[in-house]
């Protein structure tokens, strides 16, 4: 259940994001994945407003230009995040 996972991940962020001295990134996949602005939704409803950030590429192999120009299409649809 997608809504579930959601609230679980606003939960676990809420949770560490509390604690003080501690950083919390999402995964936000890769360039080849989904399309940035489909990302972007996807982190806001998880509640990536309470994260520090967010991580590209943690399991794959992709082009690092591919990435930062997906990383920084990404972070300007979250107001620079």
Same mark, same amino acid.
């Given at each position: 259940?997608? !809504?579930? $996972?959601?609230?679980?991940?606003?939960?676990?962020? @809420? %949770?560490?994001?509390? /604690?003080?001295?501690?950083?919390?990134?999402?995964?936000?996949?890769?360039?080849?994945?989904?399309?940035?602005?489909?990302? !972007?939704? $996807?982190?806001?409803?998880?509640?990536?407003?309470? @994260? %520090?950030?967010?991580? /590209?590429?943690?399991?794959?192999?992709?082009?690092?230009?591919?990435?930062?120009?997906?990383?920084?299409?990404?972070?300007? !649809?979250?107001?620079?995040?």
């Amino acid at each position: 259940d997608q !809504a579930e $996972r959601v609230e679980l991940f606003r939960y676990a962020i @809420a %949770t560490f994001a509390a /604690l003080g001295q501690t950083y919390v990134y999402l995964d936000a996949g890769h360039s080849d994945w989904v399309p940035a602005a489909e990302m !972007a939704a $996807r982190l806001r409803r998880g509640g990536i407003e309470r @994260a %520090t950030g967010f991580s /590209l590429n943690i399991s794959n192999y992709k082009w690092t230009k591919d990435l930062v120009a997906y990383g920084k299409t990404v972070s300007a !649809a979250l107001g620079g995040k």
